[in-house]
């Protein structure tokens, strides 16, 4: 039984939904979706629906885009209730959400405790010398701006840093009660910030996380941690500890025969030769 991951589904392009409608079925293997697996409830469902019988199990954290209020979606939930509503689904098709207790996985590569995870960011990704307040501005002046501004409301706390806040603190403390089993921390956005390497849009970092997380690799134990995001797969170690980022991405970021399966990251027992954990 292995672990395997996969983020930025996308599904809303009809070239993603080809792809994951192709994945090979791995019945007695777990798949993590690392988030932005599209813009609205039915592409949450088609993805559990489409992937949930071919994995033993799955588990979801959410990104950004999951939580998008669209234009045609004025009258529906947004921000915290949302959110709620997407764990409500999550669990009807019977994934594994960041409300849930954090199971143990016992699996090739095990024991690991699974911590799947919802943090969002706080624009701290940014020049010490430019203030939170000026983040959106800075970022603005190189042509760079989110869609999260307009689609991503954080109701009801008053921002996506204070809704990020209360999101680390609740985290943290549950991370903090595990106890001594190693981890995998799961979360859309990087834990680091020098995982965003983004040549051609690097003022694009103030929506990719939090500083506040850059210690929770060695913190909470952690063998690997899974994240998206980005669209730019790669494996990084940081402190002996392996780092994923497993986006699928928009169809014009990748090769046209590069596939779903292709994309899938092998999470635990994880790639041969790799360096051993940390002591």
Same mark, same amino acid.
């Given at each position: 039984?292995?672990?395997?991951?996969?983020?930025?589904? /996308?599904?809303?392009?009809?070239?993603?939904?080809?792809?994951?409608?192709?994945?090979?079925?791995?019945?007695?293997?777990?798949?993590?979706?690392?988030?932005?697996?599209?813009?609205?409830?039915?592409?949450?469902?088609?993805?559990?629906?489409?992937?949930?019988?071919?994995?033993?199990?799955?588990?979801?954290?959410?990104?950004?885009?999951?939580?998008?209020?669209?234009?045609?979606?004025?009258?529906?939930?947004?921000?915290?209730?949302?959110?709620?509503?997407?764990?409500?689904?999550?669990?009807?098709?019977?994934?594994?959400?960041?409300?849930?207790?954090?199971?143990?996985?016992?699996?090739?590569?095990?024991?690991?405790?699974?911590?799947?995870?919802?943090?969002?960011?706080?624009?701290?990704?940014?020049?010490?010398?430019?203030?939170?307040?000026?983040?959106?501005?800075?970022?603005?002046?190189?042509?760079?701006?989110?869609?999260?501004?307009?689609?991503?409301?954080?109701?009801?706390?008053?921002?996506?840093?204070?809704?990020?806040?209360?999101?680390?603190?609740?985290? #943290?403390?549950?991370?903090?009660?595990?106890? #001594?089993?190693?981890?995998?921390?799961?979360?859309?956005?990087?834990?680091?910030?020098?995982?965003?390497?983004?040549?051609?849009?690097?003022?694009?970092?103030?929506?990719?996380?939090?500083?506040?997380?850059?210690?929770?690799?060695?913190?909470?134990?952690?063998?690997?941690?899974?994240?998206? /995001?980005?669209?730019?797969?790669?494996?990084?170690?940081?402190?002996?500890?392996?780092?994923?980022?497993?986006?699928?991405?928009?169809?014009?970021?990748?090769?046209?025969?590069?596939?779903?399966?292709?994309?899938?990251?092998?999470?635990?027992?994880?790639?041969?030769?790799?360096?051993?954990?940390?002591?």
């Amino acid at each position: 039984m292995k672990l395997f991951a996969l983020s930025d589904l /996308h599904v809303g392009y009809a070239e993603n939904r080809w792809a994951i409608e192709r994945v090979t079925p791995r019945p007695d293997d777990w798949l993590i979706l690392a988030g932005d697996l599209g813009e609205t409830e039915q592409h949450l469902l088609y993805v559990l629906d489409t992937l949930g019988p071919r994995f033993k199990r799955l588990v979801w954290a959410p990104g950004n885009h999951e939580l998008y209020t669209m234009p045609g979606e004025r009258g529906g939930p947004r921000g915290q209730d949302r959110y709620e509503r997407l764990v409500d689904l999550c669990r009807s098709r019977g994934a594994i959400t960041p409300e849930d207790p954090y199971v143990v996985w016992e699996g090739e590569g095990g024991p690991h405790a699974l911590a799947p995870m919802f943090l969002l960011y706080d624009y701290s990704f940014r020049p010490a010398d430019v203030p939170e307040r000026d983040a959106v501005a800075w970022a603005v002046e190189s042509g760079v701006l989110s869609r999260d501004e307009e689609l991503l409301d954080p109701a009801p706390y008053e921002s996506r840093p204070a809704w990020c806040r209360a999101r680390l603190a609740q985290t #943290e403390a549950r991370l903090a009660a595990i106890g #001594e089993l190693p981890t995998v921390l799961i979360n859309h956005f990087p834990l680091r910030e020098e995982l965003v390497r983004l040549r051609h849009i690097p003022r694009f970092s103030i929506w990719c996380g939090t500083r506040r997380t850059h210690d929770w690799h060695t913190r909470f134990r952690a063998r690997v941690v899974v994240s998206g /995001h980005l669209h730019i797969p790669r494996t990084d170690w940081i402190d002996g500890v392996r780092f994923e980022e497993v986006s699928l991405g928009y169809p014009r970021q990748r090769p046209r025969d590069r596939t779903a399966d292709g994309c899938l990251r092998e999470i635990l027992p994880g790639p041969a030769g790799a360096p051993l954990p940390r002591a």
